[in-house]
């Protein structure tokens, strides 16, 4: 079963702007990761954030976790057209490596 | 990053048929790998958990004896979906777990397109 709800299912903007992503989820976690997944393709790991930290930075993304509030959000900063893609988050209940993933984001940057 | 490698990329085949898909990864062991399914505008949802030497584990919903999985090495998951049907349509997605990590890191492979006519 899903885990993840992801919100908004569908996002629009102008290059140079900002993008939120936000996700929640239902149970304890071990972890949640950010995944990219351009159509038709597989998926792109963009980032790992642990159940103990709660702000996670990669380059132009930042991620932060609420354990309290069961909910973490992605954000691009200074988006480029190449950002188009859906984005997924994803949790680990346990060190078995599943995956449960949410529904994701559709992210259209337009040039 | 690691590689994980999927063939076939698509794959159209008659009603009835059996199809298999092979997942590897190409310069790491992974004793587990796992296999996803994805429609359309959806998200991806686990169908197993490949084991090596070992059966698969398969989710709540999931037929074991229509996706037939076999994870005979530490490089290589292979998925079987037995007399397929046009609902089994979808994008397979398998996924491997680096048997080092101790933060489930896993790495995508690419994905097979079947389609079933």
């Known amino acids: 079963s899903q885990q993840g709800e992801e919100d908004p299912q569908a996002l629009s903007i102008q290059e140079g702007e900002n993008a939120t992503m936000n996700c929640s989820y239902k149970?304890?976690?071990?972890?949640l990761q950010w995944y990219r997944q351009n159509s038709g393709r597989g998926l792109v790991h963009l980032i790992l954030?642990?159940?103990?930290?709660r702000e996670k930075h990669s380059g132009r993304l930042r991620v932060t976790l609420d354990t309290s509030k069961k909910s973490s959000s992605l954000l691009i900063t200074a988006s480029r057209a190449a950002d188009t893609a859906s984005y997924f988050c994803a949790t680990a209940t346990s060190n078995t490596g599943k995956l449960i993933f949410g529904q994701g984001t559709t992210l259209q940057v337009k040039p | 990053g690691a590689v994980v490698s999927q063939h076939p990329s698509w794959v159209i085949c008659k009603s009835g048929t059996s199809v298999k898909i092979e997942c590897r990864s190409l310069?790491?062991?992974?004793?587990?790998m796992f296999w996803y399914r994805q429609f359309p505008k959806q998200s991806l949802m686990l169908m197993a958990t490949s084991n090596e030497g070992s059966k698969a584990t398969y989710e709540q919903g999931v037929e074991k004896d229509k996706f037939l999985i076999n994870h005979a090495s530490l490089t290589l998951s292979t998925l079987t979906v037995t007399s397929a049907h046009p609902e089994d349509s979808s994008f397979y997605i398998c996924?491997?777990?680096?048997?080092?990590?101790?933060?489930?890191?896993?790495?995508f492979g690419p994905g097979t397109r079947l389609t079933v006519l």
């Open positions: 149970t304890s976690i071990n972890n």
């Open positions: 996924s491997a777990r680096v048997t080092s990590s101790s933060y489930n890191e896993q790495f």
């Open positions: 954030i642990r159940s103990n930290e």
């Open positions: 310069d790491f062991q992974a004793t587990t």
